[in-house]
Antibody, heavy 116, light 108 residues
Framework: QVQLVESGGGVVQPGRSLRLSCVTS????????MHWVRQAPGKGLEWVAV????????YYADSVKGRFTISRDNSKSTLYLQMNSLTAEDAAVYYC?????????WGQGLLVTVSS | EIVLTQSPATLSLSPGERATLSCRAS??????LAWYQQKPGQAPRLLIY???NRATGIPARFSGSGSGTDFTLTISSLEPEDFAVYYC??????????FGQGTKLLIK
């Protein structure tokens, strides 16, 4: 079955960096656009970034543009999110999600805490 | 940016009752609107896409309608497992997706 498993979260100091990974299985990863979506504690959902199926195009929410980088390795069926210059506003559960148009499969979520 | 406003913020109903959730867009999103269900500690689950299409495995008691700026998610007869938070999502301004703030469906 379709599985998306995130890793790499944790506690990080403000201004530091963190890299999230999302290992997928059960579908042809290289055929799908992939996204990161986040949810601050007790808050709603916020789309963060998308990458085309072949990695040729990437787009970001204004709130993370210039600080976050989405990438993928189709040979490993893995999605990444490099997060730099983290602030308290970036603290959230981060989900990887599959979908060229809508997010039709999600990982279990990964907590990122930004604290000194 | 397209803003999605969901109402009500909280809805208290009993199992077996009909639930009607609303999502209003600040400008037209055509039919490019989806609904998600999220239970505590879980990832969201796609229920409805493109206004009225049920996602794979979603029961027929869930239906969506609307167009332009006004959309509705209807649950015809609530089951105990339906009590959750529901979000709408627009993709008209792809890739600049926006979610509504959510409606919490509580057991009365």
């Amino acid at each position: 079955q379709v599985q998306l498993v995130e890793s790499g979260g944790g506690v990080v100091q403000p201004g530091r960096s963190l890299r999230l990974s999302c290992v997928t299985s059960g579908f042809t990863f290289s055929s799908y656009g992939m996204h990161w979506v986040r949810q601050a504690p007790g808050k709603g959902l916020e789309w963060v970034a998308v990458i085309y199926y072949d990695g040729s195009n990437k787009y970001y929410a204004d709130s993370v543009k210039g600080r976050f980088t989405i990438s993928r390795d189709n040979s490993k069926s893995t999605l990444y999110l490099q997060m730099n210059s983290l602030t308290a506003e970036d603290a959230a559960v981060y989900y990887c999600a599959r979908g060229s148009y809508y997010f039709d499969a999600w990982g279990q979520g990964l907590l990122v805490t930004v604290s000194s | 940016e397209i803003v999605l406003t969901q109402s009500p913020a909280t809805l208290s109903l009993s199992p077996g009752e009909r639930a009607t959730l609303s999502c209003r867009a600040s400008q037209t999103v055509s039919r490019y609107l989806a609904w998600y269900q999220q239970k505590p500690g879980q990832a969201p689950r796609l229920l409805i896409y493109d206004t009225s299409n049920r996602a794979t495995g979603i029961p027929a008691r869930f239906s969506g309608s609307g167009s332009g700026t006004d959309f509705t998610l209807t649950i015809s007869s609530l089951e105990p497992e339906d009590f959750a938070v529901y979000y709408c999502l627009q993709r008209t301004m792809w890739p600049m997706y926006t979610f509504g703030q959510g409606t919490k469906l509580l057991i009365k």
